[in-house]
């Protein structure tokens, strides 16, 4: 009996100590509330900041003495003690200067501190950044602050994650002053010498970013003892020499991203089973393609490989980007011995080589992605969404998310003959295609009608003959259509988005007519009853055939918009969108200078419509 109530009454305590502490509110101490408010009144509001935010919003606005700081935004406190852990006022349009005096730095128990995405006015990094002993993660990245690190940052000895991202300086001396745990390391810090060798020291390093760092010289070969590195990028810098072969082989590495330095010598084999992105582009690397490449997303483009076409790349299940654009590849392109070849593929890129041959149908047969599209969603379907949104990292979510969005065929400058193949009119999900300036021949496929999601379609300067198809005037999101320097002939097809075009569209092909290069094809327009010339005018029109017109331009222009705004989701929520830019970039250009003439050519072809018809 006196057992069973002395486990009572320790179970009563334990209720009354539970229930106690849990109600208590978080006790902050008054000088922690001085220093926030005094930290605050230095610095103002200013919306014009944060832009690069999706979401920014004045934190500080709600910090008054009417409550305590511990319920302010921003602000975390511990829940024992009181005193003021984390402090995250990133995207919060703050604008001003943090001198070394300021009541920031008495906040001495912070253990992450984040005043990323602000304008700080090029402040100096204060030294006294380096006091606060508890932090274990500091970001002042895109705020504005210029100036050589201090040095004192290394007496941080909890730090294991700092970015700072901007127009800073770090001596190649004071480096290896930088802590033994770091594990994330951000860029854009202005490096004045070498790649420092100490960098492989940092062995619990789990991500590198430090493109744009005027790094120069080559990759120490210490790197390759990074074994913890899951991300390595280092575009945009210059440097030079071969890349270590033991980068490739880092057992954690899963991003790669070294293009737009002065890489040179060959590819050599190696070993890994964790890559899935590597990004090489823009430097003079040459030889062959090692075969042991096996990722996710692949840009080779704008070196010096001379090779044939990698036709075992056709066997990896999960390749989605293909780019090996402007190299030395050549020959034609053999797929026989590959069945179900590209299967998750969503943009290849081809253009600027030297391939030859027929383009084989067995190429196109398999494209699961550029095949499936999703009523739904109004979108491409990608198969295997739900494993990307759960298992790989944000990054990588950011551009699977534009892939959803986004698929593209360029082919273009190359030495391609023969027919196009009928089959490609299957890929419903392509929003690009480009086959221009070949050696193509025969008719344009009927079967291009059915590419219900192309908004931009280059088959200028082959030799295509025939009649452009009809069914090409159903596809009602085609913004840019270029078949200029062919040898059609013909009646131009009349459609909503046909009436968009201009004659530079169709020059060089001495046998078409019909608007808009001349004014007769031996057809008539049948108007709707209440569509008359009168009613044609630059300021209204109650004509079926507007607002047909008007559907149809919508419709191209919201495809557009939302492929657009998919990119800006990408540069944002990442940070890391150079190497993608620039390969949809480059393929959206003429679509963007289509659009821009688009409202003056609706104008005035009412106008003409009037001659034509």
Not at 230 to 257: A, C, H, K, M, W
Not at 281 to 300: A, E, K, M, T, V
Request: with cysteine.
């Amino acid at each position: 009996m006196d057992y069973a109530i002395v486990l009572l009454l320790v179970f009563l305590c334990h209720e009354v100590f539970t229930v106690s502490s849990s109600k208590l509110p978080h006790l902050s101490h008054k000088h922690q509330t001085s220093s926030l408010l005094k930290f605050k009144n230095t610095l103002t509001v200013d919306t014009s900041t944060s832009y690069l935010c999706q979401e920014p919003y004045p934190k500080t606005s709600s910090w008054n003495m009417s409550r305590d700081c511990c319920s302010w935004d921003g602000v975390i406190c511990d829940e024992m003690t009181g005193h003021v852990i984390e402090l995250d006022l990133s995207c919060s349009n703050l604008a001003g200067t943090i001198d070394s005096n300021s009541s920031l730095f008495q906040l001495s128990h912070l253990q992450r501190l984040d005043l990323s995405l602000n304008n700080f006015s090029n402040s100096h990094i204060s030294p006294e950044f380096g006091k606060f002993s508890s932090l274990t993660h500091l970001d002042l990245s895109d705020s504005n602050f210029s100036g050589q690190i201090p040095s004192e940052i290394s007496h941080l000895s909890k730090l294991q994650s700092l970015r700072l991202y901007g127009r800073l300086r770090l001596i190649a001396h004071d480096f290896k002053l930088f802590l033994q745990n770091l594990t994330q390391l951000i860029d854009f810090v202005n490096f004045p010498h070498n790649f420092p060798e100490s960098m492989g020291y940092l062995t619990s390093l789990c991500y590198l970013y430090l493109q744009n760092c005027n790094l120069r010289g080559p990759i120490p070969e210490s790197l390759s003892k990074l074994t913890r590195i899951e991300d390595l990028y280092l575009q945009y810098n210059s440097l030079n020499g071969t890349i270590p072969s033991g980068i490739f082989s880092l057992p954690s590495l899963s991003r790669l991203v070294l293009s737009n330095n002065h890489f040179s010598g060959q590819f050599e084999d190696f070993n890994s089973n964790s890559l899935n992105l590597i990004d090489l582009s823009n430097n003079q690397l040459q030889g062959h393609l090692p075969n042991s490449i096996q990722n996710l997303l692949l840009d080779l483009g704008n070196n010096n490989l001379n090779d044939t076409f990698p036709v075992w790349l056709g066997a990896l299940p999960d390749l989605l980007v293909l780019s090996l654009r402007s190299n030395k590849l050549h020959g034609p392109i053999r797929t026989s011995s590959i069945e179900n070849m590209f299967p998750e593929l969503r943009i290849i890129d081809l253009s600027y080589n030297a391939f030859s041959g027929n383009l084989p149908s067995s190429l196109f047969q398999h494209l699961k992605a550029m095949r499936t599209i999703d009523p739904s969603m109004g979108a491409p379907r990608y198969h295997g969404d739900t494993y990307y949104e759960d298992s790989i990292t944000v990054a990588t979510k950011g551009f699977v998310r534009i892939l959803y969005l986004y698929t593209a065929i360029d082919l273009s400058t190359n030495k391609f003959r023969g027919k196009i193949p009928s089959i490609m009119g299957d890929l419903i999900a392509v929003h690009i295609m480009n086959l221009s300036h070949n050696g193509l021949q025969g008719h344009i496929p009927s079967s291009f009608g059915d590419l219900s999601s192309v908004e931009s379609l280059d088959l200028s300067g082959n030799q295509l003959s025939g009649e452009i198809p009809q069914q090409l005037a159903s596809l009602t999101y085609l913004s840019f259509l270029n078949l200029s320097h062919n040898h059609l002939q013909g009646c131009i097809p009349q459609g909503p988005q046909f009436y968009t075009y201009e004659s530079n569209s169709y020059e060089g092909n001495d046998g078409l007519r019909g608007f808009p290069i001349s004014k007769s094809c031996g057809y008539a327009r049948v108007l709707d009853t209440n569509d008359t010339v009168s009613g044609l005018d630059d300021e209204e029109s109650n004509s079926d055939f507007q607002n047909d017109f008007w559907k149809g331009a919508l419709m191209g222009y919201g495809s557009g918009l939302c492929i657009g705004l998919s990119i800006i989701y990408f540069m944002v929520s990442t940070g890391k969108p150079i190497w993608l830019a620039r390969i949809i970039i480059g393929m959206e250009h003429k679509i963007i200078l289509g659009r821009r003439k688009k409202q003056r050519r609706q104008r005035n072809y009412r106008r003409r419509n009037i001659n034509h018809f």
